[in-house]
């Protein structure tokens, strides 16, 4: 079983990265916030890799993303 992941976001990094999600001129940095909102917010790597994103991911991509945001940002 794998553990869950865990993101709590500020209320200035929640407005960053919605901002990004909707209005990001680039697909990937859009798709990459959204994936990062809904771990804050909850979801599991698997459901947001499997669904609401662009397309399919793997679950480890997720959790490389979340990684990346917690070390360099977005």
């Known amino acids: 079983m ?3 992941l865990h993101l709590h ?5 929640r ?4 901002g ?3 209005h990001h001129p680039k697909p990937y940095v ?7 909102l ?3 917010d909850g979801q599991t790597a698997k459901q947001v890799a499997q ?3 662009l ?4 679950p480890q991509t997720v959790c490389l993303w979340v990684k990346r945001y917690l070390q360099q940002g977005l």
């Open 38 to 40: 809904k771990i804050a």
């Open 55 to 58: 397309r399919a991911r793997r």
């Open 15 to 18: 407005r960053e990265l919605t």
């Open 51 to 53: 669904q609401g994103l």
């Open 9 to 13: 976001l500020t209320d200035e990094q």
């Open 20 to 22: 990004a999600r909707d």
């Open 30 to 36: 859009r798709e990459k916030a959204a994936a990062l």
């Open 2 to 4: 794998s553990r869950r």
